[in-house]
């Protein structure tokens, strides 16, 4: 318990900072994209945020699972530290691309030498007891929700100073500062005697199969693959939604010029999800705790698929941030239940690979979406958001009810 508090106090803020980092600039990527490559055309420039926003997620996705043998085999620490000082690196060059492209490849290289979210949540959990493993994942999601929520405003103001480009060094700086607190302050929890026994290879071989091959393991993979899809079909766009809906009149009277209220209107929508996350993440994870996490992702799902469908249907910029504020109620939970529904069902000598299968298929959905959001909104007038709204709620709906069958599957199976 004592490792385990202490490795809490120092993931916290390491999440917390990189969170920040990260959010200053990704709220805006899209607006960044179309004034630093000067692209007119909108669909064009939706194609290139969408494939630059999902490139990072989708690169981890496939290192992931690597880099989380890595951890169960050679330590948490060593890899969460690792994951912070590739992001330090690879956001700090990001503002020197002179294309798309080279974006794009920037974008890439984070992606395969990050994944900083599992070895983090392996290195608290694997020093605490499982019944407090909703709860402990509750809060470092509620440290990430806090960096998420602070990221955007403090990228809003900072680009309005010394411009879009800035916000790169934002995210390196943050992200050096997160892996210098893990490495003086992290204790590292010492691999199992079977892990060491194996050779990395072998190891990881051997867990992939022993963890794929239980069905239950494998198909909520798949339903929470679906489930990401449909929660980040729209993430990139929304900049571009803001715009087309105009600022919040509220904002506009702040001052400034149209493009800054703009700005402070995209920080709002994304920052509403963050404030989601603070305040109903430690209910979801005490929800998650009573009842039981894949109860509880059930009602999750089937819950966004309703918001987000009402979202297609929107026509001022005040009724878009009232369904941000409910899908924010929401997706505060999904990560959280994710997490510990797979916590309950893995034994510790896998826990780094499950957590970061699990990742895998998150960013898998963080990738992908974005790219199926922006083909079903394209049309020969321009984009058309609202479609891609209410295919994202199809895309819950069906995750929801995929969890909802599991569930029961999986009681007749235990007895």
């Known amino acids: 318990m004592h490792a385990g508090r202490r490795n809490f106090r120092a993931v916290w803020p390491s999440l917390f900072a990189t969170s920040l980092g990260l959010t200053a600039f990704l709220p805006v ?12 055309d909108p669909q064009e420039v939706a194609f290139w945020a969408s494939a630059i926003f999902g490139a990072g997620p989708l690169a981890a996705a496939c290192m992931g699972p690597l880099w989380g043998a890595m951890g169960d085999r050679y330590g948490k620490k060593r890899m969460a530290v690792r994951a912070n000082v590739a ?30 979210v599992a070895p983090a949540m392996s290195l608290v ?20 929700a806090l960096g998420s929520f602070v990221g955007p405003y403090v990228g ?3 680009a309005g100073v010394f411009g879009r480009g800035a916000l790169f060094w934002i995210a390196s700086v943050a992200s050096a500062v997160s892996a210098l607190r893990l490495q003086l302050s992290a204790v590292e929890a010492a691999p199992s005697a079977e892990a060491r026994r194996r050779s990395f290879f072998g190891g990881f071989v051997h867990g992939s199969r022993q963890l794929l091959q239980n069905r ?12 990401r899809l449909g929660q980040n079909m729209l993430e990139p766009m929304v900049a571009l939604f803001v715009a087309e809906l105009g600022a919040w009149p509220f904002l506009s009277r702040l001052g400034g010029d149209d493009a800054l209220a ?11 999800l963050a404030v989601g996350q603070w305040v109903c993440t430690p209910f979801w994870g005490r929800l998650a705790d009573r009842h039981g996490p894949l109860r509880c992702l059930v009602g999750l799902s089937l819950g966004l698929a309703a918001v987000l469908s009402a979202t297609a249907l929107v026509t001022s910029i005040g009724q878009f941030l009232l369904a941000r504020c409910a899908v924010a109620c929401l997706m505060a939970g999904s990560l959280t239940l994710a997490y510990a529904a797979i916590s309950k069902r893995v034994a510790d000598e896998h826990r780094t690979l499950a957590f970061s299968l699990v990742q895998s ?22 984009p058309d958001y609202r479609a891609a709204f209410a295919a994202a709620g199809a895309l819950c709906g069906a995750a929801g009810a995929g969890m909802f069958l599991l569930r029961r599957v999986e009681r007749r199976l235990t007895g």
């Open 29 to 40: 990527l899209a607006l960044y994209v179309q004034e630093r490559f000067r692209i007119d």
């Open 87 to 116: 992001i330090a690196v690879a956001t700090s060059l990001m503002p020197f691309a002179e294309s798309p492209v080279l974006l794009l490849g920037m974008r890439v290289a984070q992606g395969l030498f990050a994944g900083f």
């Open 125 to 144: 959990t694997s020093q605490l007891p499982p019944a407090v493993h909703g709860r402990a994942i509750a809060r470092l999601q509620v440290a990430m």
């Open 156 to 158: 809003a103001e900072v």
């Open 216 to 227: 239950v393991f494998a198909t909520l993979l798949a339903l929470l693959l679906l489930m």
């Open 262 to 272: 703009v700005d402070r209107t995209i920080a709002v929508a994304f920052g509403v």
């Open 361 to 382: 298929c998150i960013q898998l959905g963080v990738a992908f979406g974005p790219l199926v959001g922006a083909a079903v909104a394209r049309t020969d007038d321009g």
